[in-house]
C-alpha cells in the first residue's frame, strides 16, 4: 500500500491577508461589476468567485468573448453589502454589519453563522439599528428558530418596530409589510392577559391576521396545542414560563 505521505500546513493568517488583497483589485481581475444605486464598479476574479459560490457560478458559468467584457450590473445589491460578500468568498471570513448580504447570494455557511450569533446574542441584537434594517428573507429563519434566547413577548415588540421602520422607508401599510414574517410568531406562548393586550393592539395598528390570533386564543380554550401546526405551540429557549404552557403539546427542544 502505498505511503500517503506527510501534509504540510501553512500558517492562515498570511494565506487570508494575502487574498483579501485581492478583493476589488484591478491586478489579474478578469470580471467587472457595477454594483448599487451609485453604480460603483468592483473588480473581481472569475474563477475564484465561480468556485466558492453557486451564485456566480451561474452567473459566470459562460467564458467571456473576446475584447473587454461587459460589466456584470447588479443595481440592486448595496455595494457595502456587495464588498463583504466578496470578502467572505475570498478568505472565508468577513466583519459583518448587515446580515442581510448572507440571504442575497445564498451563502449557507455564512447565514448559519450569523443565525448563530443571533440565537446567542438575541435581546442584544434585537435592540440594534441593523436588525430593524434586515430584509424579510432574512428575517424569516431568525423567527423560525427554536433557539432564539428571547421571550416571545419581546419578540412580537421587535417585529412590529421592524415592521413600522420598513413601512416608512417602503411608504406601505405596518400590516402588508409584516405579512411575509408576522405568522412565524408563537402567539400561543403568550398568557391570557398578554394576548388581550396585543388583540386591543392590534385594532389600532394592524400587524398580526386576526385568525391567527384566534388560534392562539383556541390553544388557551383546548388547553393544548395544535399538534398538526407544531411550531406555534413550541418554546423557544428563552421562552419565560407561564402557567399554561404545561398544556401545550410540544416542548421545547
Not at 391570557?192 to 384566534?214: D, K
Request: glycine content about 6%.
Amino acid at each position: 500500500m502505498e505511503n500517503p505521505g506527510l501534509v504540510a500546513h501553512g500558517e492562515a493568517a498570511p494565506f487570508s491577508t494575502a487574498l483579501r488583497s485581492l478583493v476589488n483589485n484591478r491586478l489579474y481581475s478578469d470580471v467587472r461589476f457595477v454594483v448599487g444605486q451609485e453604480r460603483q464598479e468592483v473588480f473581481a476574479h472569475r474563477c475564484l468567485l465561480a468556485c466558492r459560490c453557486n451564485f456566480f457560478q451561474r452567473l459566470l458559468g459562460q467564458e467571456p468573448g473576446p475584447g473587454v467584457p461587459s460589466p456584470v450590473v447588479l443595481s440592486t445589491v448595496p455595494a457595502e453589502a456587495f464588498l463583504a460578500v466578496l470578502e467572505f468568498l475570498y478568505t472565508n471570513s468577513v466583519k459583518l454589519y448587515r446580515h442581510s448580504v448572507a440571504v442575497t447570494f445564498g451563502l449557507g455557511p455564512l447565514q448559519e453563522r450569523c443565525i448563530a450569533f443571533i440565537e446567542a446574542h438575541s435581546q442584544e441584537v434585537l435592540r440594534t439599528r441593523g436588525f430593524l434594517e434586515l430584509s424579510a428573507p432574512a428575517l424569516l429563519p431568525l423567527l423560525r428558530s427554536d433557539k432564539l434566547c428571547v421571550d416571545e413577548a419581546e419578540l412580537v415588540l421587535a417585529a412590529r418596530s421592524w415592521a413600522r421602520v420598513g413601512a416608512a422607508v417602503l411608504e406601505r401599510p405596518v400590516a402588508e409589510v409584516a405579512a411575509p414574517v408576522v405568522r412565524e410568531l408563537r402567539l400561543a406562548l403568550l398568557a391570557p392577559a398578554e394576548l388581550s393586550a396585543l388583540e386591543e393592539q392590534n385594532r389600532r395598528e394592524p400587524l398580526i391576521p386576526v385568525e391567527q390570533i384566534v388560534e392562539a386564543w383556541k390553544c388557551h380554550a383546548l388547553r393544548r396545542g395544535n399538534a398538526a401546526r407544531g411550531a406555534p405551540c413550541r418554546r423557544r429557549r428563552g421562552t419565560l414560563p407561564r402557567e399554561h404552557h404545561r398544556f401545550l403539546d410540544l416542548p421545547f427542544k
